[in-house]
């Protein structure tokens, strides 16, 4: 074919030629779009959406006992509520998927229904509490299965949103319960414990009472008190000391007992005794008569010693031993005092070298209950946020899932979307049409008039040979026009299908606009 600029004319000649190879595809692919249109089962869908409400009374008051994000809860009872227990409840409650139960396995079906199933959260863009700063917060989700029973959708939704409900409501009142109980054994561990310190304290305070450190300053004064003693009776004892020394020297000096008159008459006698002898001899009468007498006397004074048995009887040496005596007596009580007071000094020494030592102890085992009271105190402190956390979940004024719109009966199908389908079909149908004829236009190399064999060739052309239509060729143009006829026949049908699919969905569409205008006002 030659190459050359086509103009209207020569388009409507090509489309003229080619009508065919335009129509044919378009009307088999229309035909087949709207037949598949037509066979697809319809697919109904129901809906349910939970709000997540926000907790009614002021978290300054009462503090909510779920620390997780609505997002992991939400996640978290969508694993419990897709089990497969649960979805197989269903499939045999519902009596759904009866046309795969022998096809498919069990698991096959359960995970179909799981396909069908779908939870979309709902969010919106607030500011983050804790932060004030703008954030993607999930504030409800949707519910929603698909199936072909437009009853057992809407009851299956309904099911399955009942689940959503009732698992949050047992995974708050449970976590609150579990989070009572677990302080309330806390509680008494610490309890306990607190016991088993303060009777281990009360032991070592009665083990070691005296070298306590509130004692510490009571035992100081005391040992310097003891020492201050001390050295009273030191000085005391030195004093004593000086004064048996002396009452030792006088009665040095003193004799014990007093001469006997016999005695002096004795020492008398004997000096005359001496006499006499110095001038005469011991035959003189005088000198024989004085030593008769010196005997006899000496007998006396010897009687008279024994009589005595050697008691003193000098009053002076009395006195003085009587002094001695008592200074010696003071003497041994003030050196019991110094060693009762050494004593007591030691003792107190010692309690209070002992004292840091106690203290570092005692310091310890009495932050240790301190500490175990200030848990204590604050395990009260939680135990009663914790137990209004369970009456706030309990009585169901905690944050919870709210049902706002309850699960509605499908009145159109969900999908196939066949207005979709047919569109489709209509504009592939038209593209394959324009490319098979453009395909079969470009590869055909005949001239279809003498103007283009004359710019080809550049030789004039003497003679044209018009086309002769014989019989034949004329049932052939009627078959072809009446084959155009049905395709036609099928072109319009499958619009007025469209149409007919594009006022269904138009006004599905105005009702959900309405019923979601009516929500708002």
């Known amino acids: ?15 003229n030629l080619r009508k065919w190879f335009l129509i044919i595809p378009a009307m088999l692919i229309i035909a087949a779009s709207v037949g598949i249109a037509l066979i697809l089962p319809p697919v109904y869908k129901s809906e349910s959406t939970i709000l997540i409400k926000e907790q009614e009374i002021p978290g300054d008051y009462v503090k909510a006992s779920m620390t997780s994000y609505a997002e992991q809860r939400i996640q978290s009872i969508n694993q419990k509520v897709m089990t497969s227990s649960r979805l197989m409840e269903l499939i045999k409650q519902f009596d759904l998927y009866a046309d795969l139960k022998e096809k498919k396995t069990t698991d096959e079906i359960i995970a179909v229904m799981s396909k069908d199933i779908k939870l979309t959260p ?4 607030l500011p983050d509490p804790k932060t004030g700063r703008e954030k993607v917060m999930t504030i409800a989700f949707t519910v929603s299965y698909e199936g072909r029973n437009p009853s057992k959708v809407q009851q299956v939704v309904s099911t399955i949103t009942s689940f959503y409900l009732s698992e949050d409501i047992q995974d708050r009142e449970k976590q609150a319960s579990e989070t009572v109980t677990f302080l309330n054994d806390e509680i008494k561990r610490v309890k306990i414990s607190m016991n088993e310190k303060e009777a281990e304290l009360s032991e070592f305070k009665q083990a ?13 004064q005391t040992l310097s008190g003891a020492e201050h003693a001390i050295e009273r009776e030191q000085e005391r004892l030195n004093g004593l000391k000086e004064r048996a020394e002396f009452l030792e020297s006088q009665l040095a000096t003193v004799k014990a007992n007093t001469e006997i008159e016999e005695e002096v008459h004795l020492k008398r006698l004997e000096m005359q005794l001496a006499n006499l002898k ?34 003193p009887d000098n009053p002076v040496y009395i006195s003085l031993s009587s002094q001695l005596s008592g200074t010696r007596s003071d ?30 102890t005692y310091s310890r085992m009495v932050s240790d209950i301190n500490n175990l009271k200030s848990k204590y105190n604050e395990l009260q402190q939680k135990m009663m946020e914790a137990t209004l956390s369970l009456s706030l979940q309990t009585e169901q004024k905690g944050e919870r899932f709210t049902l706002i719109e309850p699960a509605r009966l499908p009145e159109k199908p969900y999908k196939p979307n066949r207005l979709a389908i047919v569109l489709i079909g209509f504009v592939l149908g038209i593209g394959a049409g324009v490319g098979l004829a453009a395909l079969v236009e470009f590869s055909d190399t005949s001239f279809r008039n003498a103007e283009s064999l004359e710019r080809v060739t550049g030789f004039p052309v003497l003679a044209e040979i018009p086309q002769i239509i014989t019989f034949k060729d004329k049932v052939k143009r009627t078959v072809k026009w009446s084959i155009g006829i049905v395709l036609f026949a099928a072109l319009v049908t499958g619009g007025l299908a469209a149409f007919h699919f594009y006022v269904m969905d138009l006004n599905v569409l105005t009702s959900k606009v309405m019923n979601r205008l009516s929500l708002m006002i």
């Open 1 to 15: 074919m030659e190459e050359s600029t086509l103009g209207i004319s020569d388009i409507i000649a090509i489309i």
């Open 122 to 125: 709902v969010n919106v863009e």
């Open 208 to 220: 070691n009472i005296s070298s306590l450190p509130e004692f510490f300053q009571l035992n100081m």
């Open 278 to 311: 110095s001038q005469f001899s011991d035959q003189y009468p005088d000198v024989i008569n004085t030593k008769k007498e010196i005997e006899k006397v000496k007998a006396v004074v010897k009687r008279k010693k024994a009589d005595t048995r050697g008691k």
């Open 331 to 360: 003497m041994a009580s003030v050196r019991e005092q110094i060693a009762q007071f050494k004593r007591q000094a030691d003792e107190f020494r010692a309690k209070t070298s002992a004292t840091p030592k106690i203290e570092e």
